[in-house]
């Protein structure tokens, strides 16, 4: 039992970390969101579109975003032609609560625990708003390329920056013993 110690504990600590965070996202949503005669998304969702809209407007791109009407996602527009979508998925908090799970259960020092949790956070969440507008500008350029695009290289920037961010911690900052 010794032996298996370390992955236990780590288990215990990420799973733990992962179910509360998970409970009190699932809360803000059903407390946010609104799936009756209306459609509205979580505050979140909305931020992420508007702030992808910034970004887009920002490198001259006529950018618009608006709440869908028919479902629960806040529709991107470029030059008037709808583009893309923006879900409770692709707002970054699910991904952000895995990765600060994983940073928890290898936990360094707490001062750099908290440092690392916050900076990883926003990062992934910057990345993310840059992931959805350089998306959309390319399905607005290469419409019949979506599927790709969407589906394989736009995960990868984002999981590839959290595997990054995760190798980052373990060998630089976590109290993991090599």
């Known amino acids: 039992m010794k032996k298996y110690k370390n992955t236990l ?3 215990i600590k990420f799973f733990a970390t992962y179910s509360i965070l998970a409970l009190l996202y699932n809360t803000y949503l059903e407390s946010s969101q609104q799936k009756k005669v209306v ?7 909305s931020n ?8 887009l407007t920002f490198f001259g791109y006529d950018a618009h975003f608006e709440q869908h009407e028919n479902e629960m996602s806040v529709k991107l527009s470029i ?7 923006v879900t409770e998925g692709c707002n970054s908090l699910s991904l ?5 799970s994983f940073i928890v259960a290898f936990a360094g ?3 750099a625990t908290v440092f690392f949790t916050l900076f990883g956070t926003v990062f992934i969440y910057v990345i993310n708003v840059l992931r959805i507008a350089l ?7 290469y419409p019949n390329k979506i599927g790709i695009l969407h589906n394989l290289v736009f995960p990868a920037i984002i999981y590839g920056t959290i595997f990054m961010l995760w190798v980052l911690w373990v060998h630089k900052f976590s109290n993991f013993k090599r």
């Open 39 to 45: 459609f509205k998304t979580s505050s979140i969702t």
């Open 9 to 11: 504990v780590f288990l």
């Open 109 to 111: 020092s707490m001062k």
């Open 135 to 141: 998306l959309s500008v390319l399905v607005y350029q």
């Open 48 to 55: 992420v579109a508007s702030q992808t809209t910034e970004v």
């Open 96 to 100: 952000i609560i895995l990765f600060i």
């Open 79 to 85: 030059a008037g032609t709808y583009i893309s979508r």
